[in-house]
């Protein structure tokens, strides 16, 4: 089988690293390249790691230029766009990084011929959800008040976000339904959850908590999903306790399965670990 050549945006951040790393390390299948806009580590990056990407398979370039991202994506199988504003509280970085930089990795990809998007969502185009009831009685771990059967909220429910950032990720999915649609290019998205460098601290995130190994085995499950799989939208969950969001989609569809839940502490040596 041909090496399948993979691009990840948002390199050097650290779900962005652990997938590069992941895929880098499987050299017999991917033939990995890392994009972000400067060498460094970002700030969510914990100091002990080193990031290790090669000078020839690092390509530092403004998503939001046009030029540079069809450049980027040239040749490309896949792209894994993992590169956003993770706050989005200043408006000309959410416009420039989450809207403009996504919609470049789309549209570009589509010229190029790239077979598969796997772009990052965000738990957070779900946030009003999580402020209702029984939904926030899960988040506030007030067990009396959680029934004992209840609605888990499906990629098909309507997205309430509840900021700035949520709404450029709903965003993010409409662009992937556009050109999953009118375009010969398979397009999923990952609702990522709360990725913590080791565990939550319950009852704050518990609830929506992704391990790093699970959310690294979402993207690479995406990323080898059947071809036929044209569109799709996922939650990047561990299997918690009080875990509101439906998993069991994601299961069937690209074989994901968490080793992880919020309650178990997990101690990772090093990014991008195994997820088998």
């Excluded at 069937?252 to 080793?259: N, Q």
């Amino acid at each position: 089988m041909p090496q399948k050549k993979v691009l990840v945006t948002g390199a050097t951040g650290q779900i962005g690293y652990m997938v590069f790393d992941r895929l880098r390390k499987q050299a017999k299948k991917y033939d990995t390249y890392a994009l972000d806009r400067k060498a460094g580590p970002s700030e969510r990056v914990p100091g002990s790691w080193k990031l290790d990407i090669p000078e020839d398979k690092l390509l530092v370039t403004n998503l939001a230029d046009f030029d540079e991202v069809q450049r980027a994506v040239s040749g490309m199988d896949a792209v894994v766009h993992l590169a956003a504003d993770p706050e989005g509280k200043v408006w000309e970085s959410a416009l420039n990084n989450n809207i403009i930089a996504t919609y470049n990795v789309f549209e570009a990809s589509s010229r190029a011929g790239v077979k598969r998007v796997v772009a990052a969502s965000s738990i957070m185009v779900s946030q009003g959800h999580r402020e209702e009831e029984p939904y926030r009685a899960m988040t506030e771990r007030r067990l009396a008040d959680i029934p004992s059967s209840f609605n888990m909220i499906t990629p098909e429910v309507r997205a309430e976000p509840r900021s700035i950032y949520g709404a450029t990720k709903v965003w993010t999915e409409s662009l992937a339904s556009i050109y999953s649609h009118r375009h010969e290019m398979s397009c999923v998205c990952v609702r990522v959850g709360q990725v913590e460098r080791d565990r939550p601290r319950p009852p704050q995130g518990a609830d929506i908590y992704c391990s790093q190994r699970d959310i690294v085995q979402i993207f690479e499950r995406c990323l080898e999903a059947d071809d036929d799989l044209r569109f799709g939208i996922f939650y990047g969950m561990s299997n918690n306790d009080y875990r509101w969001v439906d998993i069991e989609s994601a299961r069937k569809t690209v074989g994901f399965t968490p080793r992880d839940r919020a309650e178990e502490a997990h101690d990772y040596d090093s990014p991008g670990h195994s997820p088998r």
